[in-house]
């Protein structure tokens, strides 16, 4: 079993709708990222979060740490929202190093 | 400026060949690392390493090793490539003191 899960797998929305992706974690971390991939392969940092909440535009990160879970939301979702979503941890101890989740593939349909 | 380049973007080499990647960042960070993303998009650390300390994924082969001239460069050195060693590899850096790490955009490399 992976250390760190995502869901949903693949997430179709039309454009507009308010959009969630869940990921949860079974060990301690340090913090908790996530991370978005383009259809060209890049990765980009979307949030860094060691507790609470973080907005940045449309976006919104949570992490509830004691029940190990954070969540991704898309408000007013657009059609170039659509990409990989990738929760990411720094597990407790480990110099940095990231553990991935799966990621979710997003679809924003026009 | 890119902040983390990694060269080539593509990379297309028969087995048994040895290759290189190149990766370099310009934000001044001390520490880089290496992640191997397979065909199924699965991303997964191989090494992390800062002028003091290199720590590598223990299912990481030897055939894996990465070369770090300076601080600002880490290069990731294949030997004896394999067909299951085709993926896409991303070098990524960040600050001692902050978590935020920074990507390239990576290199497709696929053996024949």
């Known amino acids: 079993k992976n250390e760190v899960e995502q869901s949903p797998q693949n997430l179709t929305a039309q454009e507009g709708e308010f959009i969630t992706i869940n990921c949860s974690y079974s060990v301690g971390i340090s913090a908790l990222h996530w991370l978005q991939q383009h259809p060209g392969g890049g990765i980009v940092s979307l949030f860094m979060?060691?507790?609470g909440k973080k907005k940045h535009g449309r976006l919104i990160a949570t992490i509830n740490i004691q029940e190990k879970h954070s969540s991704l939301h898309i408000t007013a979702s657009h059609p170039r929202d659509s990409a990989v979503y990738i929760c990411?941890?720094?597990?407790?101890?480990?110099?940095?190093?990231?553990?991935f989740g799966s990621g979710t593939q997003l679809t924003v349909l026009p | 400026d890119t902040a983390v380049s990694q060269t080539p973007k593509y990379l297309v080499t028969q087995m048994g060949n040895d290759k290189s990647i190149k990766c370099e960042q310009n934000l001044g960070h001390d520490t880089m690392y290496w992640y191997k993303q397979d065909s199924k998009k699965f991303l997964k650390i191989m090494f992390s390493y800062n002028n003091k300390e290199l720590i590598i994924n223990e299912t990481v082969p030897n055939r894996f090793s990465p070369k770090s001239p300076d601080k600002a460069h880490l290069n990731l050195h294949i030997n004896s490539l394999e067909l299951g060693d085709s993926a896409v590899y991303f070098c990524a850096s960040s600050q001692r003191g902050e978590n935020i790490q920074y990507f390239g955009a990576g290199t497709r490399l696929s053996v024949l």
């Open positions: 990411a941890v720094i597990l407790s101890g480990s110099a940095r190093q990231l553990t």
């Open positions: 979060l060691s507790s």
